[in-house]
């Protein structure tokens, strides 16, 4: 390293740093809660469900509005499996901004030491493209399947099931991707550039 | 014989200096190209060379390019 590393690189390493460590932090409250569904008989639960439209009133004439409506009921004195549901259904979107921020710590890191172009680097942006394009929308199912789960544990219908792909997840993790190339073309100039004498 | 690098290219340097009685640190003083670099040449480890480098390595052993470097076909 022939330099002293930017401001802005060590900040943002410490900031993602700190999203981890707070991230995971939550995570694991919410593993415990749902391994010991704390809270049981004295606990509300937010639960996502749909009401046809003909039992909402007093929307205006001429409503042009969808078939169903998502709807949150609040149960209160939610019973443990209704924790543990609760508890589950947000873990596949934390797991997935835990490996995001992980991925992210290792690029910054390489960039506050200033050596970003290495092989590594390439290997975490290629992941981090698949966690996107891939791992969101994985997410999103999960989270819808234990969205249902826990809208039949109060005897409500649960969300329909995501099975799409995103259109930002879709342009995000092609960019990522595309990124990756970048950093790949970019090792091979510096390996080109470092056997030349 | 010199090192063969990966693209099949020999660099005579090792013959060069020799008949030129002439060591590594005396050719990196000469021609201006680090010792370093003059080792990669020599061990076949270089990727490329540049046109300055191998000016001054002409100049100063007093040859041309084509005795410094040939390079053999391995698919025979």
């Given at each position: 390293v022939t330099h002293k590393p930017s401001w802005t690189a060590g900040f943002l390493y410490r900031l993602s740093i700190l999203l981890l460590v707070f991230t995971a932090g939550f995570g694991l409250f919410v593993v415990a809660g749902a391994i010991l569904g704390f809270g049981a008989g004295g606990n509300d639960v937010a639960v996502h469900t749909t009401v046809d439209?003909?039992?909402?009133?007093?929307?205006?004439?001429g409503t042009v509005g969808p078939d169903t409506f998502d709807v949150v009921v609040r149960v209160r004195d939610a019973s443990a499996e209704q924790l543990r549901w609760f508890a589950i259904r947000d873990l596949p979107p934390g797991i997935v901004v835990i490996v995001v921020l992980w991925l992210i710590r290792g690029l910054l890191k390489s960039v506050r030491d200033g050596d970003p172009f290495v092989a590594r680097n390439v290997t975490r942006l290629r992941i981090l493209a698949g966690v996107v394009l891939i791992g969101i929308p994985l997410a999103n199912l999960l989270t819808s399947i234990f969205a249902g789960e826990l809208a039949a544990s109060a005897d409500l219908v649960g969300p329909p099931l995501q099975l799409a792909l995103p259109g930002n997840a879709l342009l995000g993790g092609l960019a990522i991707l595309v990124l990756s190339e970048v950093f790949a073309e970019g090792l091979r100039l510096r390996a080109d550039l470092e056997g030349t004498v | 014989v010199g090192f063969e690098s990966e693209y099949s290219v020999t660099v005579h340097l090792d013959e060069l200096l020799e008949a030129k009685r002439m060591t590594l640190a005396q050719l990196s003083d000469l021609a201006d190209i680090t010792v370093v670099n003059l080792s990669i040449l020599k061990n076949g480890r270089a990727k490329a060379i540049r046109f300055s480098t191998l000016a001054a390595l002409c100049r100063v052993l007093d040859c041309q390019p084509g005795d410094l470097l040939t390079w053999t076909d391995t698919k025979e």
């Open positions: 439209a003909d039992r909402v009133d007093e929307l205006p004439p | -």
